[in-house]
């Protein structure tokens, strides 16, 4: 069974991934799982802290989704990267988040150059992805799949930024032309 400040989390999280920070009050956050606003303020002082809770509870699931996926043997390094891109491009066409976007991706573009405290959870939850890939990029440039003068932190920069530009672009063209031409580009860096 859920906690009241577990169902304002979940609530608060699709909120915010359907209409963006400064559309959704915390009013109608309370509204939607039926409990006082008072309710809130005992879990959370501001809506800024709450969103923080929120952002580190989903970079913490981000990070772990990454390096279950990208420490997968039974792949080999290069193809777990591209076998996880693949089924994030999959999970995305054939959902409602093709129009929605990423959590994180949001947030960044909407609020993190207005708070420092928003700006650093959403950087943690970027540093925990980056870590899973960057990890992995290493193990494929050992096993020769990549080639070996490739700097693996800033490969797993550029996939990582070059993914969430692909699904901003998404939102705007209503196509999956850029996921595709990600998928591309990722798949030609292989030696």
Not at 66 to 81: C, G
Not at 123 to 141: I, Q, R, S, T
Request: aromatic share 8%; hydrophobic share 40%; charged share 25%.
């Amino acid at each position: 069974m859920n906690t009241t400040k577990e169902n304002l989390l979940q609530k608060g999280a699709e909120l915010f991934l359907l209409q963006g920070y400064h559309a959704t009050g915390i009013g109608e956050i309370t509204n939607a799982i039926d409990v006082s606003k008072g309710s809130f303020y005992n879990h959370f002082k501001k809506k800024e802290k709450f969103v923080v809770q929120i952002l580190d509870d989903f970079g913490t699931v981000l990070a772990k989704e990454h390096t279950d996926a990208l420490s997968d043997i039974k792949y080999t390094p290069f193809n777990r990267i591209v076998v996880f891109y693949e089924e994030k491009i999959n999970k995305v066409i054939h959902s409602e988040q093709f129009l929605k976007g990423c959590l994180i991706s949001n947030m960044c573009q909407e609020i993190a150059d207005k708070s420092d405290m928003i700006a650093q959870s959403i950087d943690k939850a970027y540093v925990g992805m980056h870590k899973a890939l960057k990890n992995c990029l290493e193990e494929a440039k050992k096993s020769n799949q990549i080639t070996d003068n490739v700097d693996t932190d800033l490969m797993a920069e550029f996939i990582i930024n070059s993914w969430n530009g692909a699904l901003m672009r998404v939102k705007a063209s209503r196509n999956s032309k850029a996921l595709d031409a990600f998928l591309e580009f990722l798949k030609s860096i292989r030696t």
